[in-house]
């Protein structure tokens, strides 16, 4: 999953910036003052949050414009103040839910996996594919009831590859979700991860297909 996290100066999404990085996730951070919205690029961002602070009414302004660049992305605002009359206005500007300030990060990262699930269509926390077992929620991967340890990339690689089981994902896609905007990329970045995620997958029942020109697809093999 890539996330987008809106904020202002010395707020606490850093913080949440790197838990979710922790877990996997690609994340693209901007502050308010320095948000050029309408040259904002959107494209492979899963999921928005906005940090609503003390100011309200921006906040509203560029969620509203976000979902007019978007109107599918999930939006999630956070709200300092806990206000009722703030949490109305984010909801009537275009988010999709809106979380307290004073919620832990875990309560927080739970809103955002659930939004994430909505998207992509399952409301599953657990994903099985074969012999691969998927836990969304703990962010942990089983192989024949053997835990896999991955890496951050490795695991964003399969997660990407996983809720696709069975059709193409281009490497377009891979890079849109997996690296985040101020990333250096190679030509084999993808390729390279892609082959330490094989090793590790090494299972009869299981395989990450190339098809040329298409992409890697994520599929069961039959077992004698």
Partial sequence: MRVLLIDHAHGRMPGLASRLRDAGHAVD???FHALGIDRLTLTGI??????LARSTS??????????????QIPILAINARDVGADRIKALDAGADDCASESQSDEELLARIRVWHRRGMGSAAPVITVGPLVFD????????????????????GLLEALIRRSGRHVSAGVLIDQMFEWDEALTPNSIQVYMCRLRRKLDHPGILIQTVRGLGYVLQTTPTS
């Fill in 29 to 31: 951070q901007a502050e």
């Fill in 46 to 51: 899963d999921l928005i949050t906005v940090d």
């Fill in 58 to 71: 921006n906040a509203a302004s560029i969620i509203a414009t976000l979902r007019r660049l978007d109107s």
């Fill in 136 to 155: 969304t929620h703990d962010r942990t991967v089983h192989l024949a009831r053997r835990r896999l340890q991955l890496s951050r990339r490795e695991l």
